[in-house]
T-cell receptor, first 116, second 116 residues
Framework: GAGVSQSPRYKVAKRGQDVALRCDPI?????LFWYQQALGQGPEFLTY????????KSGLPSDRFFAERPEGSVSTLKIQRTQQEDSAVYLC??????????????FGPGTRLTVL | AQKVTQAQTEISVVEKEDVTLDCVYE???????LFWYKQPPSGELVFLIR??????QNEISGRYSWNFQKSTSSFNFTITASQVVDSAVYFC?????????????FGKGTTLSVSS
């Protein structure tokens, strides 16, 4: 596709439900990132993949958060037993470079998660 | 620690005014990368510029210009002759590879409102 796409765009979950958020990066992009953006704040890093390898998951806030990219393209961010503090916009970004170049990251439109 | 500070939370200007958005960063890395992103009301982050730490030349792109000063750890962004379409949240971000890996470290953003 032309850009990074994310689905669903909006998700409402009841506290305790599990959710899965999908990211389709730009075709051929090696690097994929997930960020969490709370209302009125800048995005905060969650995790990073280079192809199918998850090289950095230092930003995941708890073991309820899990991300995968099994074939090195589409990625899924899963949140188990959602809590109200998980309410945020979840942004996915992809980049054509691996670690060495630190090229710009292209962002998707985000998934707005609301936990009731 | 790596950090990006955008001290201006909100700025309001009238069309055709010039406006400067401030960004101050902290890192112990000698090699690092600085970025500006625009987030319009639609929510999707749009890449504006990338600058590495070894290139202190100022850059101009149309009505946009950037001033990078290592001596003051600042990377300020100026919009000349602002337009209503410039209204958005602007984020300054840092990649500090040795200290913080590949993740973008964002400031909290500056909301720019341009009125006609």
């Amino acid at each position: 596709g032309a850009g990074v796409s994310q689905s669903p765009r909006y998700k409402v979950a009841k506290r305790g439900q599990d959710v899965a958020l999908r990211c389709d990066p730009i075709s051929g992009h090696v690097s994929l990132f997930w960020y969490q953006q709370a209302l009125g704040q800048g995005p905060e890093f969650l995790t990073y993949f280079q192809n199918e390898a998850q090289l950095d998951k230092s930003g995941l806030p708890s073991d309820r958060f899990f991300a995968e990219r099994p074939e090195g393209s589409v990625s899924t961010l899963k949140i188990q037993r959602t809590q109200q503090e998980d309410s945020a916009v979840y942004l996915c970004a992809s980049s054509s470079s691996g670690r060495a170049s630190y090229n710009e990251q292209f962002f998707g439109p985000g998934t707005r998660l609301t936990v009731l | 620690a790596q950090k990006v500070t955008q001290a201006q939370t909100e700025i309001s200007v009238v069309e055709k005014e010039d406006v400067t958005l401030d960004c101050v960063y902290e890192t112990r890395d000698t090699t690092y990368y600085l970025f500006w992103y625009k987030q319009p009301p639609s929510g999707e982050l749009v890449f504006l510029i990338r600058r590495n730490s070894f290139d202190e030349q100022n850059e101009i792109s149309g009505r946009y210009s950037w001033n990078f000063q290592k001596s003051t750890s600042s990377f300020n962004f100026t919009i000349t002759a602002s337009q209503v379409v410039d209204s958005a949240v602007y984020f300054c971000a840092l990649v500090s590879p040795n200290q913080a890996g590949t993740a973008l470290i964002f400031g909290k953003g500056t909301t720019l409102s341009v009125s006609s």
